[in-house]
């Protein structure tokens, strides 16, 4: 069918069954949302750059706000996609619930590696970046303790930190959906096993892995869900403007993605699924033994129940390898992503970790 206006394709609507018209109204309401909307903004919490090391910057939050807290908080990311998952968007951000309840907050950003940067390994960010970016936070604050915050990856990296500084005034930590037991990574294990996954030559290959490697990876895991159903969702209630914003915002973090250092990446293929040797005690890092049994900080251990990057078995094992004698394990009915933003982050995850947070820093 073929009209000579847009006033004659909107007359005809009208003719139309009232569910036709609002299928039709979805449909072009997710046109617009694929093809004309800008990208949303994200990262908006006021910020500082405190110190930069290579790509990596260390920021400081709202530092004009009154700190009312005495023990700063480092919060430590991944490797992979960017950091402003932390700081997503105002009033669904957890870096901006914490300095609004009094919390001094810092953030390690590793940057974007460039080809140049795929020779570094673990142990560069584990000896090099976070011992500084401890001694900058302390310095800037003024106080004589810190809380470290890793989420996933930057979890692992924490825990790895802390085992090999037991004598730097680390008060608490939290974990947030961090794996250290490998033994049963669920997919990733029949994946990555070393009898067909040739790692070695993956990297030499490559150089860097390219974030659309590592997001196709963690897309199989469940692939129906992860393609076609933000799509279905879309369709579904492309009417709902808040729904639209927040699905805006995710779809921009979930293909935001940052290329994986090679030879930090062939460490944690090899040495962490293939060998599992963190929760072991057979992880070496430039010669120094890492023992998780050096951690004696204050543990708030958070794993996800639909997380099926980081699984609950994966991450709860921490709490029986350290040597703290305050230490906790929450489940949260979330994934591995809406564990930090959403509905449910915004009403018992940020809540929880402040509340810790505040109890174990008096």
């Not at 394709?9 to 997710?30: A, C, H, S």
């Not at 870096?95 to 020779?119: C, F, I, K, S």
């Not at 196709?216 to 933000?230: D, F, M, R, T």
């Not at 639909?306 to 991450?315: G, L």
Request: overall charge neutral; proline content about 6%; aromatic content about 10%.
């Amino acid at each position: 069918m073929v009209f000579a206006s847009s006033n004659d394709f909107e007359t005809w609507m009208n003719t139309m069954p009232e569910n036709f018209q609002k299928d039709i109204k979805r449909l072009k309401k997710v046109s617009e949302v694929l093809t004309k909307n800008p990208d949303p903004k994200v990262g908006q919490t006021p910020k500082e750059v405190i110190w930069t090391k290579n790509k990596a910057k260390l920021y400081r939050y709202q530092p004009a706000k009154v700190k009312t807290n005495k023990v700063p908080i480092l919060m430590i990311y991944a490797l992979i996609n960017k950091p402003y998952i932390l700081d997503l968007t105002p009033g669904n951000s957890l870096v901006e619930y914490l300095t609004n309840q009094g919390h001094d907050v810092y953030l390690l950003d590793w940057g974007t590696p460039g080809y140049e940067d795929r020779n570094m390994k673990l142990d560069d960010y584990v000896l090099d970046y976070i011992p500084r970016a401890v001694q900058k936070v302390l310095r800037k604050s003024g106080a004589d303790e810190i809380t470290l915050f890793g989420y996933c990856i930057g979890g692992t990296l924490t825990s790895m930190f802390a085992a090999l500084h037991p004598d730097l005034p680390i008060r608490n930590i939290i974990f947030m959906t961090s794996p250290f037991d490998f033994s049963d990574a669920g997919l990733f294990t029949n994946w990555l096993d070393e009898r067909y996954f040739n790692l070695d030559q993956m990297v030499d290959t490559l150089g860097n892995i390219p974030p659309e490697t590592i997001d196709l990876g963690s897309k199989l895991l469940k692939p129906l869900v992860n393609y076609i159903g933000p799509y279905i969702s879309l369709a579904d209630r492309s009417d709902n403007e808040e729904f639209v914003k927040s699905w805006t915002l995710m779809q921009k973090w979930v293909g935001d993605g940052v290329p994986f250092p090679g030879e930090a990446y062939r460490q944690w293929i090899g040495e962490f699924y293939q060998k599992n040797k963190l929760i072991k005690d057979e992880l070496y890092i430039r010669g120094q033994q890492v023992k998780l049994s050096n951690i004696k900080a204050n543990i708030l251990n958070i794993a996800a129940e639909r997380d099926h990057i980081a699984t609950p078995e994966q991450v709860k094992p921490l709490l029986d390898k350290v040597s703290s004698k305050d230490k906790t394990f929450k489940l949260m009915p979330t994934g591995h992503v809406s564990v930090v933003v959403g509905g449910t982050a915004v009403k018992k995850t940020y809540p929880t970790i402040d509340q810790w947070i505040k109890v174990h820093s008096n």
